[in-house]
T-cell receptor
Framework: TQLLEQSPQFLSIQEGENLTVYCNSS?????LQWYRQEPGEGPVLLVT?????EVKKLKRLTFQFGDARKDSSLHITAAQPGDTGLYLC????????????FGSGTRLLVRP | GAVVSQHPSRVICKSGTSVKIECRSL??????MFWYRQFPKQSLMLMAT?????????EQGVEKDKFLINHASLTLSTLTVTSAHPEDSSFYIC??????????????FGSGTRLTVV
C-alpha cells in the first residue's frame, strides 16, 4: 500500500506570510498531483509533476517533485485569505491500475 | 476540458434503504473510474476502481456487497450503497480517467455527493 503523509495537518497564518506544505512517501510515484478542495466540492487540480526534481510555478505557488519521485512540496508566497482551503497531494502508482492515492491533507487558514 | 457530472449532489435516506449515485463523463470516454469517500475534515479515501465492462476492484476494508459498483459503459459508473446505515453518511466523490484520450495523467473529479442516512 502506498501511503502519502502530508505535513503540517493544519496551518493558520497571517495574510502575507509564506508557507510550505510537504508530501512524503516511501514509495515511488509515476506522477504526483496537488489539489485544492473547498467544502462540499470535489478537488480541483492545481498541478501535475512527473519528472524527478521538477519545479513548477503557478503564480504565487511553487511545486517541487523530489529527485527520487517519492516526495513533493508546495510553497505559497505572500499568502492571501483566498488561499484558504484543504490542500491535497495525490500520487499515481507505477502499475497499470491508474489508482490515484491521496495524502492526508493540509488545512490552510489565512487570516486577514 | 473534461467534465465529470455526479448526481445527486445531496441525498437523505432512511436507514436500511439503498441509494444510487451516478458518475458520468460528459465529453470523454472514461476507461477507468474511481470512487472515494471523505469524512469531515479528512482526506479522500479510495474505495474502489472500476473499469468498463469488468468487475470493480475494491480497496482493503471496503465491503463489495455493501458498496455495489457498476461500470456498464465508457461514460457511466454507479455506486449503490445498499442497506445504508448512519455510519455510511459521508461525502462520496467519483473520478474518471481515460488511458487513451486524456494523457498527462489526467483525472477529472465529480462535484461529490453528500449522503446522510437518518
Amino acid at each position: 500500500t502506498q501511503l502519502l503523509e502530508q505535513s503540517p495537518q493544519f496551518l493558520s497564518i497571517q495574510e502575507g506570510e509564506n508557507l510550505t506544505v510537504y508530501c512524503n512517501s516511501s514509495s515511488v510515484f509515476s506522477s504526483l498531483q496537488w489539489y485544492r478542495q473547498e467544502p462540499g466540492e470535489g478537488p480541483v487540480l492545481l498541478v501535475t509533476v512527473v519528472t524527478g526534481g521538477e519545479v513548477k510555478k503557478l503564480k504565487r505557488l511553487t511545486f517541487q517533485f523530489g529527485d527520487a519521485r517519492k516526495d513533493s512540496s508546495l510553497h505559497i508566497t505572500a499568502a492571501q485569505p483566498g488561499d484558504t482551503g484543504l490542500y491535497l497531494c495525490a500520487g499515481a502508482g507505477r502499475d497499470s491500475s491508474y489508482k490515484l492515492i491521496f495524502g492526508s491533507g493540509t488545512r490552510l487558514l489565512v487570516r486577514p | 476540458g473534461a467534465v465529470v457530472s455526479q448526481h445527486p449532489s445531496r441525498v437523505i435516506c432512511k436507514s436500511g434503504t439503498s441509494v444510487k449515485i451516478e458518475c458520468r463523463s460528459l465529453d470523454f470516454q472514461a476507461t477507468t473510474m474511481f470512487w472515494y469517500r471523505q469524512f469531515p475534515k479528512q482526506s479522500l479515501m479510495l474505495m474502489a476502481t472500476s473499469n468498463e465492462g469488468s468487475k470493480a476492484t475494491y480497496e482493503q476494508g471496503v465491503e463489495k456487497d455493501k458498496f455495489l459498483i457498476n461500470h456498464a459503459s465508457l461514460t457511466l459508473s454507479t455506486l449503490t450503497v445498499t442497506s445504508a446505515h448512519p455510519e455510511d453518511s459521508s461525502f462520496y466523490i467519483c473520478s474518471a480517467t481515460s488511458q487513451g484520450v486524456l494523457n498527462n495523467y489526467g483525472y477529472t473529479f465529480g462535484s461529490g455527493t453528500r449522503l446522510t442516512v437518518v
